[in-house]
């Protein structure tokens, strides 16, 4: 790219190289606008004669081409690309959604000296409307064997971003406690609905229950008969590990234990299991305040019925200091 003089008659379809305001110091064009016949016409009835301007060389791509490139390379899902001035585009989500972003790729694209990439939060939740990414390119130009190193590297490991739409979520609740479990529901049901408000959401199924190993195993197997897409266990008590009574309870009706403990606070005894591809959660404590919490991280995801491993609930230490 090379910056040159020109004449206003001659400097349509060129690329401004710098800002022109008018006398009383309103905006006329912008940097990075490609002059159209329309503009020179208006650049000489302002008393205008030649204007700064760049000249792609061969081997660069304009940065709003380049930007829109990269912009239909790196997302999936609930997505709609909106071009902007100045080389950048922007990513919205279409529908409510979990924003998954593979943080590794984004590190190595954004290493490159061409383009670099803003995303919203792994496993974070977008309503639709919301921007989840811009692309941004340097001034003016890519080099287009910069541009296809990028694209290589996307087309080869995949997308950056996906949008995984959230539609119609069912949440199941277990309220349960030692003595009595509509106890558990008084304290826990109003701070529940407000905190699955936040997702557009409410409770689908409820049920209380005496924090039994049996009476709490069959409360969920009843809640898994509902399909839900995710069960939440709001206890009065703290667990121990998956030994005490909710964790055997989930063992009991087939529940694959992932994880317990998570690396957020507040949150810690997280205890996560899966019935076939319906997480459950037991979070003591989460449900007392609705404050953010683990279960503000790890709703998202399951909402949009991503699969949350242990190893990925882990990966939330960084940032998992809430308070």
């Given amino acids: 790219m090379k910056a040159l003089t020109v004449g206003v008659r001659e400097s349509a379809g060129r690329i401004l190289c710098c800002t022109i305001f008018r006398a009383g110091g309103r905006k006329l064009l912008a940097k990075g606008h490609v002059i159209s016949d329309e503009d020179v016409r208006l650049l000489e009835t302002e008393g205008m004669e030649q204007v700064w301007v760049t000249q792609l060389e061969d081997g660069e791509v304009s940065e709003d081409e380049a930007v829109s490139i990269v912009a239909q390379t790196i997302g999936c899902g609930a997505v709609e690309i909106k071009l902007a001035a100045g080389g950048r585009a922007n990513i919205f989500a279409t529908e409510d959604c979990c924003v998954l972003v593979d943080d590794e790729l984004l590190k190595q694209i954004n290493c490159t000296a061409s383009i670099v990439i803003a995303t919203a939060l792994n496993f974070s939740y977008a309503k639709a409307g919301q921007r989840i990414a811009t692309i941004k390119s340097a001034p003016f130009a890519v080099a287009q064997a910069q541009l296809e190193a990028v694209i290589s590297i996307l087309k080869e490991r995949g997308p950056i971003l996906q949008a995984r739409p959230i539609r119609a979520p069912q949440i199941g609740v277990l309220y349960s406690d030692p003595m009595n479990g509509d106890r558990a529901r008084q304290l826990f049901d109003n701070i529940m609905v407000q905190r699955l408000e936040k997702f557009n959401t409410v409770p689908a199924f409820a ?98 019925r991503y699969h949350l491993s242990g190893w990925e609930l882990a990966t939330l230490g960084h940032g998992g200091l809430l308070c």
Avoid: W
């Avoid at 309870?249 to 205890?271: D, Q, T, W």
């Fill in 207 to 304: 049920l209380t229950t005496v924090e039994d190993e049996a009476q709490t195993a069959r409360a969920l197997q009843h809640l898994l008969r509902s399909r839900p897409t995710a069960i939440l266990v709001a206890s009065t008590t703290a667990p121990a590990g998956p030994d005490d009574v909710i964790g055997r309870a989930m063992s009991r009706v087939g529940c694959h234990i992932e994880k317990f403990l998570a690396p957020v606070e507040p949150g810690n005894l997280l205890l996560l299991g899966y019935k076939d591809e319906v997480p459950i959660i037991s979070a003591p404590g989460c449900f007392r305040s609705v404050r953010s919490n683990v279960v503000d991280l790890v709703l998202p995801p399951m909402l949009s």
